[in-house]
């Protein structure tokens, strides 16, 4: 299954390659929709950005972007400054140990406007790996970020999946045209935390004024920050067998990491894996827990350990019931998908989700879009012949 996953951006590719002509998205001249190829990944895009609207008045904003690069052998992440915003105060991290990456940030191509940061990675990315950078930068942007009198409006259309936009201090929001968690850090500033299930360009428009409220920081997280995502792909039916793989980022400080999704996952055959290397963990039973020993230890907020977690497990609540295949489960975290057998058909869902197809398989990718961590989904499928 892993090896599966990691030539699915190949895969894509070549599809987009056979059906781009005849499914090219986008508009015709005279507005009306053109057709989009058939969803074929697997989950939506991995990165997570984060915009902190600087002071009234500077046009600028402060973003914390955490791409991702998985092609095999690959040295370097190129993240591209929009058109019109001048980019400044840019610095580069290696979210594995928390230390400055070398980078460049140079003109692309012959138009002055376009700009890229070329970050070169910790290691070129291993097979079965994959690379990440921590990029901070600022920009500026008069079409983005201006001024109404003394309120502060801000424009975007964000194609990014896991968004957030926190507001300068001492400001509160008149409007905002997403629904998002609205939550306020520790040093009293409002933030806004939602998702894009799409990964299409999203208009987003915030209007904001000045108060002399003091806001009492919120206990919540950002839930849209959390980047785990879950595969189950089924086996057949009538075996009850499913393959899982988990992905997500453990940001708690130590030298070990707890596996907490065991609790939820009796996996067998279990395997773990350092993402940023592709080296094997080996997992540490403590009592009821189950740890990993990092190989470099989180000491600060830019560190994080990318981890890979694999295994099968038997489940009751996958099973044929009248020839329909039926998948019954509840499910934790921001993302889940559903791979079916080959030959099978989705009929019903019980959830909210997105239908695709993958090397012949349909799916369903579910999101998350409540700040409870756990739902019961059920999810129906007839044979296809």
Known sequence: MAAALLLLPAWIAARQGRGGAQFPGGTNPDGSLRPSRPVAQLFTQDAYTEYQ????GSEQFRIR??????????????????????????????????KPLKFTYE??????????????????VPEGGIGRVLIYKTYKDPRTYMMNGDDIVWVRSLSGYRLGVLLPKGF?????????????????RLKLAFANPSGQSNPVTIHARRTAASFTPAPYTDMFFDDIK???????????????????????????????SLAYLPLQDLKVADLDTARPFTPIKQGSATFIKLDVPIVDDRQSAHIRITGALKD?????????????????GLRNTILLPEGWDVSATSQSGTIGTYRGRQFVALINLNAENNYRVTIR???RS
């Open 53 to 56: 609207i600087l002071e009234p």
């Open 65 to 98: 972007f955490l791409p991702e690069e998985s092609r095999a052998g690959a040295t370097e992440l190129v993240n591209a400054t929009r058109g019109g915003s001048e980019g400044s105060g840019i610095e580069v991290y290696d979210p594995r140990t928390g």
């Open 316 to 332: 009751a609540g996958y099973r044929v019931v009248n020839g329909d295949l039926v998948f019954e489960r509840t499910l934790h």
């Open 230 to 260: 879950t595969l189950y792909d089924l086996d057949a039916p009538e075996s009850g067998r499913i393959a899982v793989e988990q992905t997500y980022s453990d940001y708690r400080k130590g030298e070990k990491a707890r596996l907490d």
């Open 381 to 383: 499928a007839r044979r």
């Open 107 to 124: 003109q692309q191509g012959n138009d002055p406007e376009n700009h890229a940061i070329r970050a070169a990675l910790p290691i070129p």
């Open 172 to 188: 509160a929001f008149i409007s905002a045209n997403v629904a998002a968690q609205l939550s306020t850090t520790t040093d009293g």
